[in-house]
Nanobody
Framework: QVQLVESGGGLVQPGGSLRLSCAASGSTPIINRMDWYRQVPGNQREWVATITDGGREDYADSVKGRFTISRDNAWTTMYLQMNSLKPEDTAVYYC??????????WGQGTQVTVSS
């Protein structure tokens, strides 16, 4: 079992920055990949970024060059540094973890609002 808790969301002006954190606990040694997703009410959950056990990073085109995903070596904390934020980045941001056995765990989400 893996438990995930997101934090760091809030209200920021366009062009500003936020750093989201995803704290993992439980059986973290079995994690081999973590992701960030976001969801606007009424829309499907949208993939934002991935980081793998091998250190590979992938980003959605909409955030490439503005967002950076990172993690610590023990898979206890994952981050999403968000720069040059736009109003269209407003959403609830979720982290997930995928284990070696193919089980997926989700956090409860953190709200990000980009508005002047």
């Amino acid at each position: 079992q893996v438990q995930l808790v997101e934090s760091g969301g809030g209200l920021v002006q366009p062009g500003g920055s936020l750093r989201l954190s995803c704290a993992a606990s439980g059986s973290t040694p079995i994690i081999n990949r973590m992701d960030w997703y976001r969801q606007v009410p009424g829309n499907q959950r949208e993939w934002v970024a991935t980081i793998t056990d091998g250190g590979r990073e992938d980003y959605a085109d909409s955030v490439k060059g503005r967002f950076t995903i990172s993690r610590d070596n023990a898979w206890t904390t994952m981050y999403l540094q968000m720069n040059s934020l736009k109003p269209e980045d407003t959403a609830v941001y979720y982290c997930d973890a995928l284990t070696l056995g193919g089980v997926q765990y989700w956090g409860q989400g953190t709200q990000v609002t980009v508005s002047s």
